[in-house]
């Protein structure tokens, strides 16, 4: 078998499922014999990182070709590296598809480090922005490079190039600065997002199509995961054939076992190709997950963010968070103090402000979902980089390409409808290690029965559309023909992220009469609403809510829902808070603490009195919005007992409100309106409230801090040890080595000392 094998591998590369789960078999239960065969696997899949001496003359052979890479790229590349850096200096587009294990990440750093221009990553997740960000903060020495992960012009003193990390979304601001920049590459990491039928496909499209305009000399990168066709690319965007590229690369740096388990907990080994491995299942003799915990691995459960919301998963997988005793040492602690800072929870059981995912750490059990927030999902993905995490419960986030490999993937869900997720998320079972090593991982489904529906994803080639959506033809709702329309026929203003047709609308005499009433609620003496007013305001009873509902109804053309109205009502108090200077953790104390009434209990528990049947307050829940048919219901159901209100919940909630509502969809709304209204009736008013709702306050040098990266904890913390911040630089005062490395992150690469 191992014969059969190697002769495969030699003659087609490590591209064969079957073949990485024999070699996987083999290590795991013929250790002793396989160990005879290992070098010569290793040389025979070209994984030239692991150096590995030959034994042969067919091996001598791989043995040059490593030499004759090193010569040429100066890294040791696998041949799959070596042809993608080749690819990408020879071609104005490369498109290529390949495993999750390749190692493409390497191959990009590298590129983006030797670089002398900007480059733009396009990611589709804030959670791979995080990665790239850190991976090259660490990576580039160099402060003349600035790294960001949004579009801005700034550090211009001491900046050679900039590196932006951005999603589709946040791209679109490169635009208002194309003449100010020099942007020499676009890579386009996780590319198959262009093909989702929704507006942010229709985002990514427009993004290609707008740099092709912008940056005319620019090459362009699409990297995808296990895709057939990665020509779709060109194809949809227009590329010039003679200038273009695409590459299918099937190779596999790690193999795989696949596993089914019973109601029991029994695991039965399964093939993938019945023709070579068979049509049964084999009885695995022992407990793979309880093994890799015990042995100090790491295995991911993939399940619903319902499942994670409902704590359903905590009933499911109790043998195995059992396994899981509190971690001690300091570095532990340090990961649950900063949680503990920016999110405001606790790790104390049946105390205000409980945090289960803080608790669970504790015994480095991670939850990952796309709805932490952004800061909360980095420190979590730094601890498990750094080996802290035994189990993670994760929903779909991890798909996109986050490097957080694990020994073991489990699927509780068999999503069959979606292949490329499936294929991409079981990617993470296995982690490419340098030691000299055959490695692999398992992937293990929850059912025999699903079995066949298991193979059928493996073997199925996933097909990307190659017709853009810019170009398609059917009709969706207004908003997103409209902004079609608006990138077709170039009327789409870089400056508001809006189409003219919305500019339009938000610029009428009936939408001015809206903004006087507005600024005219909003200030006294042109101060703005205080906050014990907003407080007092526990049911959104202000006149203000009305008016802003009345500027959203004109931009979306037809009056709001009651559901739609209650979702605004609460953005809009979010954004006041966060005017009066809140931060995340204070504005998830104030929800908090009114959804559980913690006074009213503290009141009472003065008294000596119970207060478990008391029940929680009505509480609006983020939903997207615009959405017509959305009804009004509370967060939490009726009758939920106020002692009962889940602190996560309310945590991710109002992320959801800041991130995917007020920062994605409502700023560019109101901060276009009231601009263009100071700008024609020259009110201070409408300038300050535009400053609000664009960046959260009006004061010049918190704006400054904010372009800069900072968040407002950040503020809080920096602000004393900044001596003077405009677009040119940031000079510090020496006192700022007095903060701790964690705390000064965002601004390690601009710390420049003036002598006092």
């Not at 005793?325 to 300091?330: H, K, L, P, S, W």
Request: aromatic fraction near 12%.
């Amino acid at each position: 078998m191992v014969s059969f094998v190697l002769d495969r591998i030699y003659k087609n590369g490590p591209v064969s499922t079957t073949d990485m789960e024999i070699l996987s078999y083999l290590k795991l239960y013929k250790l002793e014999e396989f160990k005879v065969h290992q070098e010569r696997v290793l040389n025979y899949m070209g994984v030239f990182y692991k150096d590995v001496e030959p034994q042969s003359l067919k091996e001598v052979l791989f043995r040059q070709y490593r030499m004759h890479i090193i010569e040429n790229f100066q890294h040791t590349y696998t041949p799959v590296q070596a042809s993608i850096i080749s690819e990408i200096e020879s071609n104005k587009c490369f498109s290529f598809s390949a495993p999750t294990s390749t190692g493409k990440s390497y191959v990009f750093m590298n590129l983006i480090q030797e670089s002398t221009n900007d480059i733009v990553i396009v990611v589709p997740s804030r959670a791979l922005i995080n990665e790239y960000y850190h991976k090259l903060n660490n990576l580039i020495d160099n402060k003349a490079v600035n790294i960001l992960t949004f579009i801005d012009k700034i550090n211009t003193k001491h900046t050679e190039r900039s590196i932006f990390i951005v999603t589709p979304e946040r791209c679109r601001e490169l635009f208002k600065f194309k003449e100010q920049y020099r942007v020499n590459t676009f890579l386009f990491d996780e590319a198959q997002l262009s093909n989702e039928d929704s507006k942010r496909g229709l985002y990514f499209d427009s993004i290609v199509r707008r740099a092709q305009k912008a940056f005319p000399d620019a090459k362009f990168v699409f990297a995808h995961p296990f895709v057939a066709n990665p020509d779709s690319q060109i194809k949809k965007n227009h590329f010039q054939l003679d200038s273009s590229k695409s590459i299918q690369f099937k190779q596999k740096n790690v193999g795989q076992l696949y596993l089914c388990s019973d109601d029991d907990w029994n695991f039965y080994h399964f093939g993938i190709e019945k023709s070579i491995m068979g049509n049964n299942k084999e009885k695995c003799n022992f407990d793979p997950i309880e093994r890799t915990i015990r042995s100090n691995g790491s295995v991911l459960f993939y399940v619903s963010k319902s499942k994670i919301y409902n704590k359903g998963f905590l009933n499911q997988f109790d043998r195995y968070i059992n396994l899981c005793t509190e971690i001690e040492g300091e570095k532990i602690d340090s990961y649950i103090d900063q949680l503990k800072e920016y999110t405001g929870g606790d790790t104390i059981a049946n105390k205000n402000y409980y945090s289960q995912l803080l608790a669970l750490l504790k015994r480095g059990i991670v939850i990952h979902h796309g709805s932490l927030p952004l800061q909360t999902r980095l420190i979590l993905e730094k601890f498990t980089q750094d080996g802290l995490c035994k189990i993670c419960f994760a929903t779909s986030t991890l798909e996109q390409g986050v490097n957080m490999p694990f020994d073991i993937v489990f699927l509780d869900r068999l999503e069959r409808s979606k292949p490329l997720s499936v294929k991409n998320l079981i990617g993470r079972a296995g982690r490419s290690t340098t030691l000299n090593e055959f490695d692999f991982g398992y992937v293990i489904i929850n059912s025999p029965s699903k079995m066949a529906a298991f193979r059928s994803v493996i073997e199925q080639d996933e097909i990307l559309d190659e017709e853009s959506s810019l170009e398609k033809s059917e009709l969706k709702d207004d908003d997103y023909n409209d902004f079609k329309e608006a990138i077709l026929n170039d009327t789409y203003s870089d400056e508001f992220n809006l189409s003219e047709k919305d500019i339009e609308k938000l610029t009428s005499e009936s939408t001015e009469e809206v903004i006087r009433k507005i600024l005219d609620t909003v200030f006294d003496n042109n101060q703005i609403v205080s906050l014990s007013t907003l407080n007092q305001d526990l049911r959104n009873r202000l006149e203000l809510y009305s008016y802003f509902r009345l500027l959203y109804a004109i931009y979306l053309n037809r009056p709001l829902g009651d559901g739609e109205g209650n979702v605004l009502d609460t953005a809009i108090k979010i954004m006041l808070w966060k005017v009066h200077g809140k931060t995340f953790k204070n504005i998830c104390w104030f929800r908090y603490s009114h959804a559980s009434k913690t006074n009213e209990r503290a009141n009472i528990e003065r008294l000596g009195r119970n207060t478990s049947q008391i029940t929680a307050n009505f509480i609006t829940g983020y939903h997207p919005i615009p959405d017509k048919n959305h009804n009004v219901y509370s967060l939490f159901p009726q009758g939920t007992r106020a002692i009962d209100v889940d602190y996560d919940l309310i945590m991710t909630d109002t992320y959801d409100f800041i991130d995917k509502l007020i920062s994605f969809k409502l700023t560019d709304v109101f901060y276009t309106s009231f601009i263009k209204y100071y700008q024609k009736a020259d009110d201070p008013r409408a300038e300050k409230i535009a400053k609000f709702i664009k960046y959260g306050t009006d004061n010049e040098r918190h704006i400054w801090m904010l372009r800069y990266g900072m968040s407002f904890e950040d503020i809080e913390k920096l602000e004393k040890h900044i001596l003077s911040i405009n677009a040119e630089e940031i000079i510090f005062k020496k006192s700022i080595f007095e903060v701790s490395k964690e705390e000064r992150e965002s601004i390690e690469r601009f710390i420049r000392i003036q002598n006092e």
